[in-house]
């Protein structure tokens, strides 16, 4: 599941910062969004999503923010800890369909201690 | 916990050769999908599937592709002529009844075409 490429944007936080990745969207039709993180070797992995009805969701430790006017999302990870590094990914998709997911080009995390 | 498995994990073919991609997704799942992801590139659709055929595929599912469910448990990808370009990790995904049911994805196999 490797995600990388030098085309990959990357974020470097330390260890117990706060992190912040962003992502905007293609679709206005798009109804639903999710981040997956995707480590090396692996295939997504399912973190939070969001419905468009909302603008905000918080997890544990992560946050979303859906901003519809300017199709943006982000994704917020409270202090930051060695084992999020990974690549995450936003997906998009509409409801009305069989919901196919459409990624994002993807970011990568590195967190250093 | 319940979770989608992929055999091969790696799979090395000669360009022409047929390859079939094998899938086991959670058991009580009815929507399943492949997606592929091209080196140092994003995650793309490629089919989705439900009730026993296709609801949706994308413009990279042409005629060398296909799937099946042989049986209650597993989901395959088949590729009938490998091309270069097909190298790629390949994902199979599964999810629930609901449209906002999460999709969770399998390890990947890793599809290497010489």
């Known amino acids: 599941g490797e995600s990388v490429g030098l085309h990959l944007p990357t974020l470097s936080v330390q260890e117990g910062d706060n992190s912040i990745i962003n992502c905007a969207y293609s679709n206005s039709a798009s109804d639903y969004f999710i981040w997956y993180k995707q480590e090396s070797g692996k295939g997504p992995q399912f973190i939070i999503d969001?419905?468009?009805?909302?603008d905000k969701r918080q997890g544990q430790r992560v946050t979303v923010l859906l901003n519809k006017t300017v199709k943006h999302l982000s994704l917020q990870i409270a202090a930051t800890q060695p084992g999020d590094s990974a690549v995450y990914f936003c997906?998009?998709?509409?409801?009305?369909?069989?919901?196919?997911?459409?990624f994002g080009t993807g970011t990568r995390l590195q967190v250093t201690l | 916990e319940p979770e989608v498995t992929q055999t091969p994990s790696h799979q090395v073919t000669q360009m022409g050769q047929e390859v079939i991609l094998h899938c086991v997704p959670i058991?009580?799942?009815?929507?399943f999908y492949w997606y592929r992801q091209i080196l140092g590139q994003k995650v793309e659709f490629l089919v989705s599937?439900?009730?026993?055929?296709?609801?949706?595929k994308s413009e990279i599912f042409d005629d060398q592709f296909s799937v099946e469910r042989p049986d209650g448990s597993n989901f395959t990808l088949k590729i009938r002529s490998t091309k270069l370009e097909d190298s790629a990790m390949y994902f199979c995904?599964?999810?629930?009844?609901?449209?906002?049911?999460?999709?969770?994805f399998g390890p990947g196999t890793r599809l290497t075409v010489l």
């Open positions: 997906a998009e998709t509409n409801t009305g369909t069989a919901s196919k997911l459409t």
């Open positions: 969001i419905r468009s009805n909302m």
């Open positions: 995904a599964s999810r629930g009844t609901y449209s906002t049911d999460t999709q969770y």
């Open positions: 599937f439900y009730n026993n055929e296709i609801s949706e």
């Open positions: 058991s009580n799942h009815l929507y």
